[in-house]
């Protein structure tokens, strides 16, 4: 096994539930951020949010956000997310709530169609960002 580089670093918080699987929720390398995918997950219960697509996908946005603040980062430091919904007639959806969310600030973006997401769930995002 190598050894660790050290300027890589796992990131945690306790405000939102720790990951069920073998990974960090985030990862610090050169002041860029790099987010594990999050599902729209309530921070409170740690119960997978069931309602709409609008709700599933501010739910997922504010916890990669609650990630980026404890990291020193914040929404608008975002460079690029990628999107796993599992209907694509959801994007105009979830199109709208980006737009809310971020305002004029416009992160790259990708979307990814996809048969069915983990819990059930609407949407998965990813997110890169700056410190």
Known sequence: MSKKDPRIKELYTPNIPEPKGHYSQAVLFNNIIFVS???????FTGEAVKGDIED????????IETILKDAGSDRGKILKTTAYISDMANWPRVNEVYRKFFGKH????A?????????GVLI????????
Do not use: S
């Not at 599933?56 to 916890?63: A, G, S, Y």
């Not at 416009?106 to 973006?109: D, G, I, M, Q, T």
């Not at 998965?124 to 410190?131: P, S, T, Y």
């Open 111 to 119: 979307v990814v169609p996809t048969k069915e997401l983990h819990y």
């Open 37 to 43: 995918g999050q599902l729209p997950v309530n921070p």
């Open 124 to 131: 998965e995002i990813e997110a890169v960002a700056a410190i």
């Open 56 to 63: 599933q996908t501010l739910q997922v946005l504010e916890n």
């Open 106 to 109: 416009k992160p790259a973006r």
